[in-house]
């Protein structure tokens, strides 16, 4: 079984702040790694995934994300905010397992910027 | 439409009644997951479909939860004898087979009172 910790459920950062959400995993197969963005009323919406390669992934709106199997972690960067990135962040694991690529989500972290 | 579709938005029941939420997948996703947002909790997998059949139903929680998916489009989340509990937001999202990327609906509100 695998699980996902994010140990920060707020963050309130300046704008123009940079930012890391933390996330670490369990599991005892190699998975794929995810970060989701949660923006009010909305859907979850993919910023980046890791399935392998390169550990440093980019992805959408500027963030990116460093994958560290020695410290089974996965934590989400961005250099500078902005207001609009005000949201909630899911990381999230799947077995990498062709054919079911259920997630086993974290509880989020909620990133709030400060004008 | 062009992305998942999720009807009702928001459903508020009574306690003990049946309710039925719908998921309209994209359009050639082979793959279907249901998964259960609780406030303050992250998304959980309840169920996931390969085209019409239920290849993994290990989320459900209990006897009370199912889902159909008879031609391998649209699917149906059904939940009898519905309890406070229950109340939480329940995602849909599809992916092509093999492929990593799921895209979610905005989920259906469902509030047991």
Do not use: M
């Not at chain 2, 309209?24 to 059949?53: N, V």
Request: aromatic letters at 12%; hydrophobic letters at 35%; glycine letters at 10%.
């Amino acid at each position: 079984a695998q699980s996902v910790t994010q140990l920060d459920s707020q963050v309130p950062v300046f704008e123009e702040a940079p930012v890391e959400l933390r996330c670490n995993y369990s599991s005892s197969v190699s998975v794929y790694l995810f970060w989701y963005v949660q923006y009010p009323n909305q859907g979850l919406q993919l910023l980046l995934k890791y399935l392998s390669g390169s550990t440093l992934v980019k992805g959408i709106n500027g963030f990116e994300a460093e994958f560290n199997k020695s410290q089974t972690s996965f934590h989400l960067r961005k250099p500078s905010v902005h207001i609009s990135d005000t949201a909630e962040y899911f990381c999230a694991v799947s077995e990498s397992n062709f054919g079911n690529e259920k997630l086993t989500f974290g509880t989020g972290t909620r990133l709030t910027i400060i004008p | 439409g062009a992305g998942v579709s999720q009807t009702p938005s928001n459903k508020v029941t009574e306690k003990g009644k049946y309710v039925e939420l719908r998921c309209d997948p994209i359009s050639g996703h082979t793959a279907l997951y249901w998964y259960r947002q609780s406030l303050g909790q992250g998304p959980e997998f309840l169920i996931y479909f390969q085209g019409t059949g239920a290849a993994d139903d290990s989320g459900l929680p209990n006897d009370r939860f199912f889902a159909v998916r008879p031609e391998g489009s649209v699917s149906t989340l059904k939940i009898q004898r519905t309890e406070r509990g229950d109340s939480a937001v329940y995602l849909c999202a599809s992916s092509l087979l093999g492929e990593t990327e799921a895209f979610f609906g905005q989920g259906t509100r469902l509030t047991v009172v």
